[in-house]
């Protein structure tokens, strides 16, 4: 009712999701060789999360938000096509194969960039740059590719033109944001999935 994915998913993998969206945790590193289901591990915990958001009746309120603000789940790669083409596009097709998703939190077909939900809750591919989500609030989502992502010497990207670390700048950019939109009493809602088979 929920994915449609029982038969598709390893036990092992099942237990360790069901302990990653226990609660406990606000950031995933998922990583190890191909074919470990890194990205579809990430995709089903961006799928719990935002199905938990769809439980709630006003969940803008709840996290102290503005109600005509979004509520962003972000899918990042090392640039914007990869970010749409891969991970955005499967998402996408998890959503419109779940009942769940089709009957009670319906996504608006009419529009293609991005995936908008009820209340104004969002899921949206976006660039490899550390300024993507400006001004945005982020509750979660994925930063796929992080091992492969570009390490500039002398980077006029960077503050002091050192060395300009695209992984590094776009962590620490959507971390910071969900902690100062949703950190309240020492909490933080939602899951950031950080995905990358290792390169060394």
């Not at 999701?17 to 990205?39: D, P, Q």
Request: aromatic share 12%; glycine share 8%.
């Amino acid at each position: 009712y929920y994915l449609n994915k029982a038969d598709e998913i390893y036990p092992k993998v099942l237990a360790e999701l069901i302990e990653i969206n226990s609660g406990k945790y606000v950031e995933v590193v998922f990583t190890g060789g191909i074919g470990s289901a890194k990205t579809t591990s990430a995709l089903y915990t961006c799928a719990y999360q935002l199905y938990l958001l769809s439980c709630m009746h006003n969940p803008h309120k709840v996290y102290g938000q503005d109600s005509a603000a979004e509520l962003l789940f972000i899918f990042q790669s090392i640039n914007a096509k990869l970010a749409k083409g891969v991970d955005f596009n499967r998402f996408k097709s998890m959503i419109e194969g779940s009942e769940y998703f089709r009957e009670k939190f319906p996504f608006n077909k009419n529009v293609e960039s991005k995936l908008v939900f009820p209340g104004r809750i969002e899921v949206v591919p976006v660039s490899g740059s550390d300024t993507a989500a400006i001004g945005q609030n982020v509750i979660g989502g994925l930063i796929d590719e992080l091992n492969y992502m570009a390490v500039v010497e002398k980077s006029k990207q960077s503050v002091d033109s050192g060395t300009y670390d695209q992984a590094v700048a776009l962590y620490n950019s959507i971390a910071r944001r969900r902690k100062s939109r949703f950190l309240a009493q020492g909490k933080l809602p939602g899951i950031l999935c950080l995905v990358s088979s290792k390169k060394y």
